[in-house]
C-alpha cells in the first residue's frame, strides 16, 4: 500500500467513525443501546440487519469460497435473504407485537425462565463462532494488503469493533449500517462489473472452467451446500441481532418493509464476490484463496480508490461483528444479569453492564481468532448458523405458533438435543454431510414428540 491507500483508508474509517460516535448522542437509557427506542424507520431496520449480515463471510469468505468452488459461495447470502423473506412474511409480526426485546423472552413467556437461560447460552455460543469468522476476515484483509502483523491487525480490528457499536448500540449498528451497506454495495459491485469486464464477459467463464465445480450450486455435494443454505435461514431467524432489528422498528409495517430491503438487496453482494472469486482463480490461481477480493482491490482500482475499498471492506467485517456481539450483550444483560443478578437495575446500571458484557465479547473472540488463523472463514460461519439454529429454531417456532403444546422439559431437552448432535455431527461425521441436518431433525423430534405427549406440565 502507498501514501494515497492509506490517505482513502483513513477518509472512510474518519466517516464510519464520526457516524459511531454521534449515533452515541442519540442514546439515553439500555433501552435506546438496545432497541433504539424503538422509534428506528425502514432504513435503520435494513441497516441494521445487513449491517449485520453482510460483512466478511458475505464478501472476503464468499470470494474465498468461490475461488475454489464457484457458485456453491452463494448459499451464505442467498440463505440469508430468503431468511429475511421469512422473517417479514412469518415471523415479524408475532415477533413485533410480543411486547419482549430479546428472543429469550419470547421463549421464557412460553417455557420459563430455565428454558430462557439455556437458549441465551446455546444461541450465545453460536453467534460468538460468528464473530469469530469476523474478526478472521479483517485479520486477512489487514496482512494481505500491510506489512501489519496478525497481532497488531488484530488490535485494530477490536478497536473499530468497540467504536462501531459500543457508543450508538442499536443505533450505531442501524446508522453506521446504512453508510456502510451503500459504501459496500458501490464498491463491492463496482469490482464484481470489473471482473467480468476484465475477463471478456460471463461467457469467458463459463469457457475456462469446468461447470459442475463452478457454476453449480451444490458443487460441494447437495447434502452439504443445502445444508449451508438452511443453516443461514435457521440461523438468521433465531439470532438476537436480527430480532432487536424488528423490535426497533416504529410500526410492524417498517420492520417488514426494512427485512423486505434486506431481503432482495444480500443476495446480490454475493454474485459480485463470486465474480471477483472466479476471476482470480482464472487469473491468479497460486494466491491464498482468502487474499482474492483484497488483491483484486489492490490490483485493478486507483491507489486513493483502492485504499477506500478496502476500508469499506474492514468496515463491513467489524460492523458483522459488532453488531451479533450487541445481539449477545442484549441477550446476557437482560436474560441473565437482570434476571439472577440484579433484579432492581436501574437503566443506568444496565446500559453500563451492556457495554461492558460487548467490549468482553469482543475481546475474547480477538484472543480465540488468534488461535485458528488459517481456518476457513465460512466454516466458523456456516457452524455458527447451524448451531443457532439447531438449538433455537424449533423451541422459537413452537413458542410462537404452537403456544400451550410443548410440555416444558421437552422444550429444554429439544435445545439440548439439537445442540448435542449438530456437534457430535460436526466432529464424527465425514464432511459429505452439513451436521445441521443431525441437529434440527433431533430437535424437532423431541417436539413432536413432546406435542403428541398425552400429559406433562406446559410450563
Aim: hydrophobic share 55%; net charge positive.
Amino acid at each position: 500500500m502507498t501514501f494515497f491507500h492509506y490517505l482513502g483508508a483513513l477518509s472512510v474509517i474518519l466517516f464510519i467513525v464520526g457516524i459511531g460516535m454521534y449515533s452515541g448522542f442519540r442514546v439515553r437509557s439500555v433501552d435506546d443501546f438496545i432497541d433504539g427506542g424503538k422509534r428506528a424507520g425502514a432504513g435503520i431496520v435494513a441497516g441494521a440487519v445487513i449491517g449485520t449480515l453482510v460483512g466478511g463471510a458475505s464478501t472476503i469468505g464468499t470470494a474465498q469460497l468461490a475461488f475454489n468452488y464457484g457458485f456453491s459461495a452463494w448459499w451464505f447470502t442467498l440463505g440469508g435473504g430468503l431468511a429475511c423473506l421469512i422473517l417479514a412474511c412469518l415471523y415479524a409480526k408475532p415477533l413485533y407485537e410480543s411486547g419482549v426485546s430479546t428472543m429469550p423472552q419470547m421463549i421464557s413467556r412460553e417455557y420459563g425462565r430455565g428454558a430462557a437461560t439455556v437458549a441465551t447460552v446455546l444461541t450465545s455460543v453460536g453467534s460468538f463462532l460468528s464473530i469469530v469468522a469476523q474478526v478472521l476476515s479483517s485479520i486477512v484483509l489487514i496482512t494481505s494488503v500491510s506489512a501489519l502483523p496478525s497481532s497488531l491487525a488484530a488490535a485494530l480490528t477490536f478497536t473499530l469493533m468497540i467504536v462501531y457499536v459500543l457508543f450508538g448500540g442499536l443505533w450505531g449498528a442501524g446508522l453506521v449500517g446504512i453508510a456502510k451497506t451503500v459504501l459496500l454495495y458501490l464498491s463491492v459491485g463496482i469490482c464484481g462489473i470489473m471482473a467480468v469486464s476484465l475477463q471478456g464477459g460471463i461467457s469467458a467463464f463459463t469457457a475456462a472452467l469446468p461447470a459442475e465445480r463452478y457454476f453449480s450450486l451444490i458443487a460441494r455435494g447437495a447434502a452439504v451446500d443445502m445444508g449451508a443454505g438452511l443453516s443461514l435461514i435457521l440461523g438468521v431467524i433465531t439470532t438476537q441481532a436480527y430480532i432487536q432489528a424488528i423490535i426497533a422498528a416504529s410500526s410492524l409495517r417498517l420492520a417488514k418493509a426494512g427485512l423486505f430491503i434486506s431481503a432482495s438487496l444480500i443476495p446480490l453482494i454475493g454474485i459480485a464476490g463470486i465474480a471477483v472469486g472466479l476471476y482470480m482463480k482464472l487469473n491468479f490461481p497460486s494466491i491464498d484463496p482468502a487474499s482474492a477480493l483484497p488483491l483484486f482491490v489492490l490490483t485493478y482500482l486507483p491507489p486513493i480508490y483502492a485504499g477506500m475499498v478496502l476500508a469499506i471492506l474492514l468496515v463491513a467485517v467489524v460492523g458483522t461483528a459488532a453488531g451479533v456481539a450487541l445481539g449477545i450483550s442484549a441477550m446476557l444483560c437482560s436474560d441473565i444479569y437482570r434476571v439472577y443478578c440484579n433484579p432492581d437495575a436501574d437503566s443506568k446500571t444496565l446500559l453500563t453492564v451492556s457495554r461492558i458484557a460487548l467490549a468482553c465479547i469482543l475481546a475474547a473472540a480477538t484472543l480465540v481468532t488468534l488461535g485458528n488463523l488459517d481456518s476457513l472463514i465460512l466454516g466458523w460461519s456456516f457452524m455458527s448458523m447451524g448451531l443457532r439454529g439447531a438449538a433455537a429454531f424449533g423451541i422459537l417456532t413452537a413458542a410462537i405458533f404452537a403456544p400451550g403444546r410443548i410440555p416444558f422439559s421437552y422444550a429444554m431437552w429439544s435445545m439440548v438435543i439439537g445442540s448435542v448432535c449438530i456437534i457430535a455431527g460436526r466432529l464424527f461425521i465425514s464432511g459429505d454431510v452439513n451436521p445441521l441436518f443431525f441437529g434440527v431433525i433431533g430437535s424437532l423430534t423431541i417436539l413432536v414428540i413432546g406435542g403428541l405427549a398425552p400429559h406433562g406440565k406446559r410450563r
